[in-house]
């Protein structure tokens, strides 16, 4: 199911008003002439109510539950509050969910003067329409796959599935694969049950790309039938199978009834195969590490600290905390400090992605460089910090005197806290290098790689 008309409002209610590029429908179209004020676009004439209007019409075809009903059913809490909806967490949510967080906030201010004004004020309506973009990408349907690539002119990714068919088909594919999992709940009495209807527990399946809008919640797999010969393919639950890993297939066989069923098959482009890895990590998070990832993401203060051993004055903190913004922007920020050796806690500034922002430099000095706070979150989401062993313990080595380091991520959902001496996650030195990048001061050592560069001169004394 498409949200395109929806999801095209994504981004735009609290953006600059230099980066709006839609129109809204009808009676409430809103022009180009108040491009240029500084005014968050929620706040123009008839911005709410036109896209009241258009979610009420695109709604009709959803066929969607009432929203009071999933709302209760799934214990989420939509309140009339500013801050409350500020901090509600729409990232794991699927599509029914944010949908019915949509229509309460349209339904119960169809005046567009309450509920509805500070859902986009909080952000809330950006967060949900970008979580629905987010679903429809994965879940883009595929018909008549075949017919579409010969029909087109453009260029294709060598190796895509698109270039392939039953009567040519690849030597070999990248494949998403995963194994049928044992005891699991099932029915209404939740009775544990051991595999399913079709396939033994431990079972291999191919699993085959998104094919409908669901968010890969129902997956198309082949995988062979614990009461007959050969592979069958079957549309089965996501829960229902575990270990999710990337594989390259070379059997003639599993490629040629992936090729004749009625699902897109993979193919063999490297695109396709960065499909699958990204596809086989998100699979495999486990509900512990997507905790994680909400305290991260929705984390109001991250510390990083570390200490030379043998040192006087050998310690280090670089501090990242978000607050109100200072600079006369709207929303929030995140601000960095640090404390070096004896010196007190100093502010650095103002980050953002490319690099700290200045207090004495003025918002048109910098407006350029800016990027959405959520960026910087992004990229030590990518550097995989939610995922960092509680310790890492080693002995000192290279002639390097010992170092003990700690990280501290702080929300309202709780606190993650890791650590180690001597010893540190492969990503621990990318995350100082892109601190750096954001003006904090150069701390990792590579002579020694530990975080001691600051005191470099005094340890090769």
Not at 307 to 317: L, Q, V
Request: overall charge negative; glycine content about 8%; proline content about 4%.
């Amino acid at each position: 199911m498409s949200y395109e008309h929806i999801t095209q409002y994504a981004g735009w209610f609290l953006a600059s008003p230099s980066t709006w590029h839609h129109h809204f429908y009808g009676e409430h179209y809103v022009s180009d002439w108040r491009i240029g004020e500084d005014v968050p676009h929620y706040m123009m004439p008839g911005a709410l109510a036109g896209f009241a209007d258009q979610f009420l019409f695109d709604s009709l075809y959803y066929r969607a539950r009432d929203y009071r009903e999933v709302l209760d059913e799934r214990g989420i809490e939509v309140p009339d509050d500013m801050e409350a909806l500020g901090k509600l967490d729409v990232t794991f949510l699927d599509a029914e969910c944010v949908l019915a967080i949509i229509s309460k906030c349209v339904h119960e201010d169809l005046r567009c003067e309450g509920l509805l004004v500070k859902a986009a004020a909080s952000s809330l309506l950006d967060r949900c329409l970008k979580k629905l973009a987010d679903i429809d990408r994965m879940g883009h349907a595929y018909y008549d796959y075949y017919r579409s690539k010969r029909d087109s002119s453009s260029p294709s990714t060598e190796g895509s599935w698109y270039e392939y068919d039953e009567d040519h088909l690849p030597e070999w594919v990248w494949c998403l694969v995963g194994n049928v999992v044992d005891e699991h709940p099932r029915g209404e009495s939740h009775e544990i049950a051991h595999g399913t209807k079709h396939f033994r527990p431990g079972t291999k399946v191919y699993c085959l790309p998104v094919q409908w809008g669901d968010g890969y919640e129902q997956i198309a797999v082949l995988g062979k039938h614990k009461g007959q010969r050969g592979l069958i393919a079957i549309v089965m639950n996501r829960h229902l199978i575990e270990n999710f890993r990337c594989q390259k297939v070379y059997s003639p066989y599993v490629i040629r009834k992936m090729y004749r069923s009625r699902f897109r098959p993979w193919g063999n482009s490297e695109d396709e195969h960065e499909d699958v890895l990204r596809m086989a990590e998100w699979l495999n998070t486990t509900e512990e590490e997507a905790k994680k990832k909400a305290i991260l993401w929705k984390s109001s203060k991250i510390a990083l600290s570390s200490r030379i051993e043998g040192i006087d004055g050998g310690a280090a903190k670089l501090v990242i905390e978000r607050r109100d913004r200072r600079d006369g922007c709207y929303g929030g920020a995140w601000y960095g400090s640090c404390k070096l050796g004896n010196e007190d806690l100093r502010e650095i500034g103002q980050l953002d992605y490319y690099g700290y922002w200045p207090e004495e430099a003025s918002y048109e000095e910098c407006k350029g460089n800016y990027r959405d706070d959520r960026d910087l979150i992004g990229a030590l989401s990518d550097a995989g910090i939610h995922r960092w062993e509680e310790r890492y313990l080693a002995e000192s080595s290279n002639g390097a005197p010992g170092f003990t380091w700690s990280l501290t991520i702080s929300s309202e959902e709780g606190e993650i806290l890791c650590g180690g001496s001597n010893a540190y996650p492969e990503a621990l030195p990318f995350v100082y290098r892109g601190l750096e990048a954001w003006g904090f001061p150069s701390i990792w050592n590579e002579d020694y790689d530990a975080p001691d560069a600051f005191l470099d001169h005094m340890t090769k004394d």
